[in-house]
């Protein structure tokens, strides 16, 4: 049985062709830039809204414990000065407040090296409360 075969050729009318768009003068300021045209000076007024509310809560410290250590200078061939030194705090856990929660921050102690001695163990800074 013989099968029924159309062809189709599509056709483009004249009046659907895009136009070229018109030229520029060669000295025009504004050649190069957009131009955004109207048909009146009218307010246009949008048929919805859109509102965004966000909120963040920020984190307070309450209280610090800290180890003091004093840090002496080393010298590149591996000496150490200990006439050159500084004392620091360094924190190994931090209290902090969150929306009237308390957490709680652990961080690893400092360790005896040698150019680094430990003065004080477990100081805690900060209110009590």
Do not use: C, H
């Not at 189709?8 to 136009?19: A, E, N």
């Amino acid at each position: 049985m013989a099968g029924f075969e159309s062809v189709v050729r599509p056709s483009v009318f004249p009046d659907t062709r895009p136009t070229s768009s018109p030229a520029t003068p060669v000295n025009d300021p504004n050649s190069g830039k957009g131009l955004i045209t109207g048909s009146s000076g009218k307010t246009i007024n949008l048929p919805f809204s859109f509102t965004l509310t966000a909120s963040e809560s920020r984190m307070s410290e309450r209280r610090r414990r800290v180890d003091v250590a004093r840090v002496y200078q080393a010298n590149d061939d591996g000496t150490v000065n200990r006439d050159s030194f500084v004392d620091i705090n360094v924190v190994n856990k931090l209290w902090m407040d969150e929306a009237g929660i308390t957490n709680m921050r652990y961080y690893r102690r400092v360790e005896p090296a040698d150019n680094i001695e430990i003065k004080e163990k477990d100081k805690e800074i900060g209110s009590g409360g």
